[in-house]
């Protein structure tokens, strides 16, 4: 492609029609699929057209074409309205695509061009991760286009969002670590029939571990992870990676298959099939290095349906034979089939891409993996019970059994206590997490109202007085009109600490009460201290400014103060009543002060 021809173009192109996507300081994400323009072409060497010709057609989602082999162009403005730069990225989703030439322009900056795409090697500038990344700045009040070529030999299935930097790493880290989840159990299970075969010899455990192994590669490579983290210096192979990975993956489960449903003995006519399948493979493995990768993924989406038919149908037919483990192959059987179909309708076009069409396989592949496992550990529980009825096996393989039983039993019971410790603290949380005001982490209203009553009765029946202080920042509002709600969200915080060093006894408790609201419990604290600590309180907020950053502000406070010993016929809301009239009459008095039925006092 001529770059320098299409820097020019778009430069005198560009155009207020193109779909717009609008930054403000609070922007996170946005996906571009409805609205977006784009356009197809046969000619690998063509330029864009004028973005005001009708040639231009307005995708109705996501950009799904299936297995085409023409160019797509496509573009689309991102507008700053903030007011400060914005660091964004692109994202494409699905990392399959061979080819992806981004052009970004604007009138403030020169044009720059990235040069990604699976079979691309990766560069210094390049931003590793499992999806197709591309850095975006936008300046404050102005705005960029962006212009993106893209040409793959598998399927051309283009969803993009465009993301805040730091939303995408916390969306990112979680979106990893699912996957990382996932993978891990997959390879937990595979590690540990390995195990199971080098100790017992039985070749089902093997080919299980391995046909596992080959699933994790194959989730591998459909996210990113295999050419970006694994194997990033073979990019130029990525296409023919997945046919081996296929192959490796339909041998394997037939050999698990022919091992653990003893198909050979039993059904030696499917067995063929499956041997056939197997000779299939090796086949494909010879042709991925003479045929045309778009050639080779529409051979290999026809032979990993015709698999699916083939095992499933194995899994039936032994089903009917009543031979149990078959009932949880067929289980895994038919997760595996739903998820090969979402993927292969997403793959090619024929449904959407969405989180769950690009993650089906994924989920289907894990619970067949897990029907499997289990089909396999049945198996190996049939063939003992049918060896202890047939031969009666010795007092020494009964003990081992034993011993082998009373050792799961342990570790289930231990796995069972960690289970319940895990349980019973995660309760705990979610109990303090009701009770706490998740801004401050300050006592909130719920938990308040339940202690201020609770003190109120002892005080009644003590005789003792009970003091309360209700107290709101002044002029909270313009703080966060004039320096928005981040920072204000900060003074809130910082508000918080400075009054909790207030607080003398553990009896008296700080609570949220709303918005920029605090209250106090002072149980056994007459007006004298009641006040005292108030004094202390406006002290802490306004002797030391609060400053973030290059922000600073100095806060102060209005408090309503009372103190008094209930009689038994006492009304809770009665003081709580009293302490919000002071201090409205402390705001009204100019603020910065403490009023209570003392009089007002200005500290």
Request: aromatic share 10%; net charge negative; hydrophobic share 45%.
């Amino acid at each position: 492609m001529p770059k320098i021809a299409l820097l020019l173009t778009l430069l005198l192109t560009l155009s207020a029609h193109a779909l717009n996507v609008s930054v403000d300081d609070g922007f996170q994400q946005q996906q571009l699929a409805a609205g977006l323009k784009y356009w197809l072409t046969d000619d690998h060497e063509a330029k864009p057209p004028s973005i005001e010709a009708s040639e231009w057609q307005t995708s109705p989602d996501t950009l799904t074409f299936g297995f085409d082999k023409r160019v797509l162009w496509t573009h689309f403005t991102l507008s700053n309205s903030s007011s400060k730069d914005q660091a964004l990225l692109l994202e494409i989703e699905y990392p399959l695509l061979d080819v992806i030439d981004i052009t970004i322009t604007s009138e403030m900056s020169t044009p720059i061009l990235y040069e990604l795409g699976d079979t691309r090697p990766l560069t210094q500038s390049s931003i590793q991760h499992p999806h197709i990344l591309a850095p975006l700045t936008v300046p404050k009040a102005s705005s960029v286009n962006v212009m993106m070529r893209i040409h793959t030999a598998a399927s051309l299935n283009v969803p993009m969002t465009i993301w805040n930097s730091h939303e995408f790493l916390e969306q990112s880290q979680l979106s990893i670590a699912y996957y990382v989840f996932v993978y891990g159990i997959l390879i937990g299970i595979a590690l540990y029939h390995f195990v199971l075969f080098i100790q017992m010899r039985e070749f089902g455990f093997l080919w299980f571990s391995l046909f596992i192994v080959g699933l994790v590669a194959i989730f591998a490579y459909f996210q990113g992870f295999l050419t970006s983290y694994v194997w990033p210096q073979f990019r130029d192979y990525s296409n023919q990676i997945l046919v081996w990975l296929y192959a490796f993956t339909a041998i394997t489960c037939n050999a698990y298959i022919l091992r653990t449903l003893n198909v050979k003995r039993y059904r030696p006519s499917y067995a063929m099939s499956q041997y056939a399948l197997m000779a299939v493979a090796f086949i494909l493995i010879a042709l991925s290095f003479l045929l045309p990768y778009d050639t080779m993924i529409r051979l290999l989406t026809l032979y990993a349906a015709i698999s699916v038919v083939v095992v499933i149908s194995v899994q039936i037919r032994r089903g009917l034979d009543r031979y149990t483990p078959a009932y949880y192959a067929i289980g895994a059987g038919i997760f595996c089939a739903a998820g090969m179909i979402i993927t292969i309708l997403e793959k090619t076009g024929a449904v959407t891409s969405t989180v769950f069409t690009r993650s089906a396989g994924d989920v289907g592949f894990t619970i067949m993996a897990i029907l499997y496992a289990l089909s396999l550990s049945y198996r190996m529980k049939w063939e003992q019970v049918q060896r202890k009825i047939a031969q009666q096996e010795t007092v020494d393989v009964q003990a081992d059994l034993l011993k082998s039983q009373t050792q799961l039993n342990i570790e289930l019971e231990s796995l069972v206590k960690d289970r319940t410790l895990d349980l019973e603290k995660a309760n705990n949380k979610l109990k303090i997490m009701s009770v706490t005001d998740a801004l401050t982490g300050l006592f909130n209203r719920r938990y308040f109202d339940q202690y201020f009553n609770d003190q109120y009765k002892i005080s009644i029946e003590s005789k003792n007085p009970i003091g309360l202080l209700l107290i709101d920042i002044d002029h909270f509002k313009n703080i966060n009109d004039t320096y928005g709600h981040t920072f204000g969200d900060y003074c809130l915080a910082s508000a918080a600490k400075r009054m909790q060093t207030a607080i003398n006894t553990e009896l008296n408790i700080l609570a949220r009460y709303g918005g920029e609201e605090f209250i106090i419990v002072l149980p056994n604290s007459n007006l004298d201290a009641t006040l005292d600590t108030a004094n202390k309180i406006l002290s802490a907020l306004k002797n030391e400014p609060i400053t973030q950053g290059s922000t600073t502000v100095t806060m102060t406070a209005s408090i309503g103060a009372v103190s008094e010993t209930p009689g038994p016929h006492s009304d809770p809301e009665h003081i709580i009543k009293k302490a919000d009239d002071y201090l409205y009459e402390a705001k009204r008095a100019g603020r910065d002060q403490t009023i209570s039925e003392r009089s007002a006092s200005r500290t």
